[in-house]
């Protein structure tokens, strides 16, 4: 069963805005990572974010994460065409553990 | 590095028959993980190993789905017989003790 659950399903914005996604999860983590992914293409890591930090930055990408509100949000800014993708928070309890995936954002980027 | 391989792309068969689908892990990663992607279900773990030995298979779905990790640079996951609700994207993902996976481009398996 899926750990995270990402929120919207489905957004759609116009290039140069900022598209933000969150997901909560329901356990204890010991990290909690971004996964993009291009239709009909495998899953890229984007950023990995441990249990005891409150705020990452990459790029045009922010990670929040709350652990007391097992959430956490994703800020993509000055938003791209090529960014249109599906975007999934992944979560693990403790060292190699596996992730356990959300069922993912649908983020459309219009030109 | 080449990243993880997986082999074939694209699979279509057909129902009763048996599918073998191919995985290598990036060098040194001593975790590799199987994943299926549907849309119903989105991305679910069905097993995964540490240094070649599975640790939790308990996300196979049923006897007809097997894996094997025979060395460092090789796993395989068998479907046999296949039915069309096998139908799916299959992922293998390998990492290293940082915890980061790596994933591979999948295999997209279509029974008929």
């Known amino acids: 069963s899926q750990q995270g659950e990402e929120d919207p399903q489905a957004l759609s914005i116009q290039e140069g805005e900022n598209a933000t996604m969150n997901c909560s999860y329901k356990?204890?983590?010991?990290?909690l990572q971004w996964y993009r992914q291009n239709s009909g293409r495998g899953l890229v890591h984007l950023i990995l974010?441990?249990?005891?930090?409150r705020e990452k930055h990459s790029g045009r990408l922010r990670v929040t994460l709350d652990t007391s509100k097992k959430s956490s949000s994703l800020l993509i800014t000055a938003s791209r065409a090529a960014d249109t993708a599906s975007y999934f928070c992944?979560?693990?309890?403790?060292?190699?553990?596996?992730?356990?995936f959300g069922k993912g954002t649908r983020l459309s980027v219009i030109a | 590095d080449a990243g993880v391989i997986q082999s074939p792309r694209h699979e279509v068969t057909e129902m009763g028959q048996e599918v073998t689908l191919r995985c290598k892990p990036i060098?040194?990663?001593?975790?590799l993980f199987w994943y299926r992607q549907t849309m119903m279900r989105g991305l679910e773990l069905l097993i995964y190993?540490?240094?070649?030995?599975?640790?939790?298979d308990s996300g196979m779905p049923e006897d007809r789905f097997s894996a094997k990790m025979p060395n460092a640079s090789f796993s395989t996951l068998k479907i046999q017989p296949s039915e069309p609700r096998d139908s799916a994207v299959y992922f293998c993902?390998?990492?290293?003790?940082?915890?980061?996976?790596?994933f591979g481009p999948g295999t997209r398996l279509t029974v008929l």
């Open positions: 356990t204890s983590i010991n990290n």
């Open positions: 993902a390998s990492s290293s003790w940082t915890s980061l996976k790596f």
């Open positions: 190993f540490n240094n070649n030995v599975p640790i939790d």
């Open positions: 060098s040194g990663h001593d975790y």
């Open positions: 992944a979560t693990d309890a403790q060292g190699n553990t596996p992730l356990v």
């Open positions: 974010i441990r249990s005891n930090e």
